[in-house]
């Protein structure tokens, strides 16, 4: 018997996944435009599709306008479609980092509280990162 795509998508160790999304954090993050901080970041998430989404951090001259690299890959995301299985964010030295409060907000919306985030302390659940999410069934007509 098989597993079910979806199970497998989200197995917590699926080698393969995670260093296929660390090199594609590594590669996004080498576009990042961060000449006020010189801190480059680069995102990488893997949908329910099979789709490889990410994104780099971009700064503006006015500070507060930057965006994290989560910003860029859920505008990719929109792009191809799907829902957030697995997420990863390194730095400028290809080290693994966990994304920022509003970041972890946005990933909300698009994975869930099931999706799964590599951090330095190893894979975690979106739920355990941003418990009792505030999200979309907050909205809905029938609450
Ligand atoms: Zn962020």
Do not use: K
């Not at 990042?32 to 099979?50: E, F, I, K, L, W």
């Not at 590599?118 to 979309?136: K, N, V």
Request: hydrophobic content about 40%.
């Amino acid at each position: 018997m098989t597993a079910a795509p979806d199970a497998a998508a989200r197995s917590t160790d699926d080698t393969r996944v995670w260093e296929e999304l660390r090199s594609a954090a590594r590669s996004a993050m080498a576009h990042a435009y961060a000449p006020y901080s010189n801190y480059p970041v680069g995102a990488a998430a893997r949908t329910d599709r099979g789709h490889i989404v990410t994104g780099c951090n971009v700064e503006n001259a006015s500070y507060g306008l930057g965006l994290c690299a989560e910003c860029g890959l859920v505008s990719s995301l929109r792009l191809v479609g799907g829902v957030l299985t697995h997420f990863t964010c390194v730095d400028g030295d290809g080290n693994v980092l966990v994304p920022c409060g509003r970041c972890r907000q946005l990933l909300y919306e698009f994975g869930g509280p099931e999706l799964l985030v590599h951090t330095p302390e190893g894979i975690r659940a979106m739920s355990q990162l941003l418990p009792e999410a505030f999200g979309p069934a907050h909205l809905q007509a029938d609450n």
